[in-house]
């Protein structure tokens, strides 16, 4: 290296050291200064958004000149900051909510005149146009409402049959909830004079769910988080608003919470589409044959409306479906994985459409252990990366549909005597509901030509059948979707039959 340059740096470096030395000492000055004058605690902007903010400082918005009281002030119209946590919705009110809990309300689509700003009074808001008493001083919290926010934003409670209620963060701070101290540890310290120690509690608002709604009867309950954590419990518990999601707080189950907590399910059925697994397991163990037959998209009151209607001949001459609780999300991938590998979402890693590779083992790599053939018929992509290749079907006969392929497939392997688990997708269930609707006469129609290859197929498996579905399916406003905590996409029929004919 020429000396020059060694030099160049040597006096670079040195100058960054006395500018460093400098920005200290004037941040100090500027930090010293800030704590002569009073403590600003944090505004934080919680409730129905994607982002939820903490306010620090006004710098962080454009400010902008009003007159109030005759007197000319300057703060950040509350819309920008609105506008940056991205709500939910875009009809919501506003809850502003003071330090001695005084909170105010207003409706969020008209925000002209509102204003926030750093005074004396902390953090306050201004609302030029909305009455007086919307003017909340000392200001600690902005609560983002969504009255009607998508279901999946919040938490629902349900029973098998019934959507009972639906609570959003946002939607929760209305409610009244409870302040309780939560015990987060115990510190030691030793000394000459022996030990201290100091037991730290922090106070959470907790909202217990046995006051959200009446369900005096049950005992059981099945708490389900956005990751698919599953927990069965005889403990109600808590919700807990964490910004811009919710928390299940369960108080006898050692302060066991669920993060991002999506449903409530009172009184669940005892099956669970992940006996799938263990059920199949347990016949191949004892070498019997099993045909799985996964009718996508096939919710348990969709089995019942269709049964009642004569929809499906063949299904109901088979022994009376059970209900079987799916998992979150309730979607293929989730729902066909957890099948599969007899194992929750959060374990075996595929919780929504997004995930395609499974953390645990599958019930194909469990028949290869026994020394027994599998196959897998599929339609004509990959849902799910199994220990086996799917055998793929394409619409050979271009009647627009692969389900007709997929059946002749599935007939074919059903009567080659080699297989000792053959699992076969049926798709057009669940096509139909979502382009018509879970009980329209379209789907129902469909519904009874899949009714009419399931019958084909258990007539010709010398074995054990399992019918089921990996998710059902609600109606929307213009036809029907799945994928949320609700009983028409959670609960599904689950049929162990003889295969043969019926004689
Ligand atoms: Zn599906
Ligand atoms: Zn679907």
């Given amino acids: ?143 983002i409402i969504a009255p009607d926010a998508p279901l999946n934003f919040g938490v629902n409670i349900i029973s098998q049959t019934e959507n009972l209620a639906y609570f959003t963060p946002g939607q ?38 046995r006051d959200l709604v009446d369900f005096s009867e049950a005992e059981q309950f099945v708490v389900m988080g956005a ?35 999506k449903g409530f399910m009172i009184a669940p059925p005892s099956r669970s589409i992940t006996d799938l697994y263990h059920d199949t397991l347990h016949y191949l163990q004892r070498d019997e044959k099993v045909l799985l037959l996964f009718l996508d998209g096939f919710g348990y009151h969709q089995y019942e409306y269709a049964k009642e209607n004569g929809y499906i001949p063949f299904l109901s001459t088979l022994p009376q479906a059970e209900k079987a609780l799916s998992v979150y999300q309730p979607v293929t991938n989730a729902g066909f994985a957890a099948m599969i590998t007899g194992k929750t979402p959060d374990e075996n890693g595929v919780y929504s459409r ?61 009567k080659d005597a080699n297989y000792d688990l053959i699992m076969v997708h049926f798709h057009s269930i669940d096509d139909a509901g979502h382009s018509y609707g879970d009980l329209h006469e379209n789907t129902m129609e469909q519904l009874k030509v899949v009714d009419g290859y399931v019958r084909d197929l258990v007539e010709a498996w010398k074995g054990k059948v399992i019918i089921l579905a990996d998710h059902g399916m609600h109606s929307t406003e213009d036809a029907g979707n799945h994928g949320e905590f609700r009983y028409e996409d959670l609960i599904v029929p689950y049929i162990i039959a003889e295969g043969g004919r019926i004689e």
């Fill in 227 to 261: 990751k698919g954590e599953t927990l069965y419990t005889s403990d109600p518990g808590f919700l807990q608003v964490n910004k811009n999601f919710l928390n299940y707080f369960s108080l006898d189950r050692e302060n066991e919470i669920i993060e991002n907590v």
């Fill in 354 to 414: 997004d995930q395609m590779d499974l953390k645990t083992p599958s019930i194909f790599a469990m028949a290869k252990q026994l020394g027994k053939e599998s196959a897998l018929i599929e339609g004509h992509i990959k849902i799910l990366n199994t220990e086996i290749e799917p055998v793929l079907n394409i619409d050979l006969n271009g009647d627009g549909k692969n389900e007709d392929e997929i059946y002749s497939t599935a007939l074919e392997y059903v």
């Fill in 172 to 209: 929760l701070y209305k409610e009244t909830g409870v302040q309780m101290p939560y015990f987060e540890g115990t510190s030691t310290v030793t000394n000459d004079g022996g030990q201290n120690s100091v037991s730290i509690f922090t106070r959470r608002q907790l909202y217990p769910l």
């Fill in 1 to 143: 290296m020429p000396k020059n340059s060694t030099i160049k740096i040597a006096l670079l470096l040195l100058g960054a050291i006395i500018l460093g030395a400098l920005l200290r000492e004037a941040m100090f000055k500027v930090a010293a200064k800030k704590t002569t004058t009073s403590y600003v605690p944090a505004l934080q902007i919680n409730g129905d958004i994607k982002n939820p903010l903490t306010l620090l400082d006004e710098a962080e918005f454009d400010s902008v000149d009003f007159e109030y009281k005759g007197e000319r002030k300057r703060g950040i119209p509350l819309a920008s900051i609105i506008q940056s946590t991205e709500p939910i919705t875009e009809k919501h009110e506003i809850l502003f909510i003071g330090e001695d809990g005084l909170s105010a309300l207003i409706d969020g689509s008209n925000l002209d005149g509102c204003h926030i700003l750093l005074s004396e009074n902390g953090w306050e808001a201004i609302n030029l146009l909305h009455p007086v008493s919307s003017n909340v001083k000392r200001l600690k919290e902005i609560i």
